[in-house]
């Protein structure tokens, strides 16, 4: 026991690391000179002799010309272009030139099919969809149909990221599909975002392949996007992450609050796809705060919540909100790491409404409410996290830690990326109450590294560094 007379924080921190060493029994007069520990009253816990304080990665020059061209202006042409076929709902009708779904699919399609002109060859776009019978929000048989803009990878094209947003709407009636619903916010704002993106990236080289993707069916079920996750896992497609803007369009709820830089990003737990070998072991081991999703939420904020994107990540430690579902639901459900950007506050009046005006208060997702400067921020987010990871080498794989003798360091292995922009990699650490990483060791162009850090006090992380100095979201190691 530590003598009760030495307050804690005393004993710690990195300038503290040598009385940590000192014998469990103090005697008590070395306790009661707590003058010298001073030094380490405001010190970290656990403290770190080796490593430094991890800076979040900065957007390099290009990436930061990619931010700049993020134009709110387009975002508000598109949404309003959205909001004018009336209807979008995934049963309303799909052959219509003017009004319905159909309509909108044909013209986000024909605006990616012109983006993906400028990419010399590297986007195609693809409307690959099927019929979903009837089911409890399907009256009768419905095409569901996803509009796709891929751009292969230049080096890694095997590597997938997959962006979404949903371009079906409702009213209060998820089975009314004729009455207006306008869905400006939910999701004209995630597909704006989409499409914005694809013009952007049209012309970009990225290491790996970006989907960007315009999904139908949410509402009724998130066919669409369960449609293109299961395509993705039959066709055994390595997708190592996955974006869903969802609702990103206005950052004023109910009550009138706002908080037009932050978006949040909802992070599920432990994927319930684990083995239950894996997910009894992930218990083992205090690594319930580290799942793909959770190591992806993180990566986002430390590349994109910066003076470049001018927005605060909120991450949520939750699958999502309440009572509410989502297009990254499915790609979890197949095993793959995946997150949703939500605006902070929501306003339920503008949400799944009829269009109406009732005891003097307007309801209805109108375009009225969105708030294009704010959507146009959340794009710089979902950019910079896009365009880092995808130019960043892949993630270590098989990453474990030697825990078969007792031993004060950590062991670290795993196996090396074959890629050749790999530079090396980076063990990044955190106390195990911390959010977020914040030390980090260059470990150079190795498979093994031995850390003089207890691995009973912090989670580790390994990372891969390309030889462009971007950085890939850490693993945590298993025992193994
Ligand atoms: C108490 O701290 C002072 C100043 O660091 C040191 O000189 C002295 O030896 C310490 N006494 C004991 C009993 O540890
Ligand atoms: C869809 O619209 C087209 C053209 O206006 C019309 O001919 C067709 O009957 C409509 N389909 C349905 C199912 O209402
Ligand atoms: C594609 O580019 C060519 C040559 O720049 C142009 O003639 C054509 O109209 C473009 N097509 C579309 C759909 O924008
Ligand atoms: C994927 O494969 C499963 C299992 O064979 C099958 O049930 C499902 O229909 C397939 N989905 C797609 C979209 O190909
Ligand atoms: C409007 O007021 C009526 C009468 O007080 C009430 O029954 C109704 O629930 C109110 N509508 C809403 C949406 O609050
Ligand atoms: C790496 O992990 C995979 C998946 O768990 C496993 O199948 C494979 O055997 C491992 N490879 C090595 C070299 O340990
Ligand atoms: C831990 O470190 C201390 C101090 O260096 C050393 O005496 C001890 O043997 C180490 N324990 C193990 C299990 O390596
Ligand atoms: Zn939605």
């Not at 986000?108 to 590297?122: C, D, L, P, V």
């Not at 580290?290 to 990540?313: K, Q």
């Not at 704010?374 to 098989?398: C, D, E, F, H, M």
Request: hydrophobic residues 40%; glycine residues 8%.
């Amino acid at each position: 026991m530590l003598p009760s007379i030495l307050p804690l924080a005393l004993l710690l921190g990195a300038a503290c690391a040598n009385q940590l060493l000192l014998p469990r029994d103090l005697p008590p007069a070395v306790a009661a000179n707590a003058s010298t520990y001073t030094d380490c009253a405001n010190a970290e816990w656990p403290p770190s002799e080796v490593g430094a304080e991890l800076v979040p990665q900065a957007p390099d020059d290009e990436l930061k010309e990619m931010l700049d061209a993020v134009s709110a202006a387009n975002i508000e042409t598109i949404i309003k272009k959205l909001v004018s076929f009336g209807t979008r709902h995934s049963m309303s009708n799909q052959t219509d030139p003017v009004r319905g779904i159909g309509a909108a699919r044909d013209w986000i399609a024909s605006e990616m099919r012109k983006h993906a002109n400028a990419s010399e060859g590297r986007m195609t776009v693809s409307v690959p969809g099927y019929v979903q019978g009837v089911a409890s929000r399907i009256l009768f048989p419905t095409k569901i149909s996803n509009v796709l803009a891929t751009i292969k990878g230049s080096s890694d094209p095997s590597r997938v990221y997959v962006v979404t947003g949903h371009y079906d709407t409702r009213v209060s009636d998820v089975l009314d599909y004729t009455s207006d619903a306008p869905g400006a916010n939910d999701d004209g704002s995630g597909v704006a975002l989409v499409m914005e993106l694809a013009r952007i990236l049209a012309s970009k080289s990225p290491k790996a392949t970006i989907i960007l993707g315009a999904v139908a069916g949410e509402e009724q079920n998130l066919y669409g996007s369960t449609f293109l996750a299961q395509t993705l896992k039959n066709s055994s497609t390595n997708v190592e992450a996955m974006l869903n803007a969802d609702t990103v369009g206005s950052s004023t709820g109910s009550r009138g609050q706002r908080d037009p830089f932050t978006i949040r990003v909802f992070a599920q737990g432990p994927p319930l796809t684990e083995s239950s070998t894996t997910s009894s072991t992930r218990l083992t081991i205090g690594g319930e705060n580290d799942s793909p999703a959770r190591e992806l939420a993180r990566f986002s904020n430390e590349v994109a919540a910066n003076d470049a994107t001018g927005m605060n990540i909120a991450i949520i430690y939750r699958l999502d909100r309440f009572l509410r579902g989502g297009d990254h639901s499915p790609f979890l459900a197949q095993g793959y790491a995946a997150v949703r950007y939500t605006e902070p506050n929501e306003n339920y009046d503008h949400q799944h409404q009829d269009i109406r005006i009732e005891n003097g208060t307007q309801y209805g997702d109108l375009v009225d409410y969105v708030d294009f400067e704010y959507n146009a921020r959340v794009g710089k987010v979902v950019l910079a996290t896009l365009w880092s990871i995808a130019n960043a080498p892949g993630q270590p794989r098989n990453v474990t830690v030697d825990t078969t003798t007792l031993s004060n360091d950590s062991t670290l292995k795993w196996i090396r990326s074959s890629g050749e922009d790999v530079k090396g990699y980076e063990v990044v650490w955190r106390a195990t109450t911390a959010p977020l990483w914040d030390r980090v060791l260059d470990v150079g162009l190795t498979g093994k590294a031995t850390l003089p850090v207890s691995k009973d006090n912090v989670i580790f992380g390994v990372r891969a560094v390309g030889t462009n100095g971007y950085k890939s979201p850490a693993v945590i190691p298993f025992p193994g």
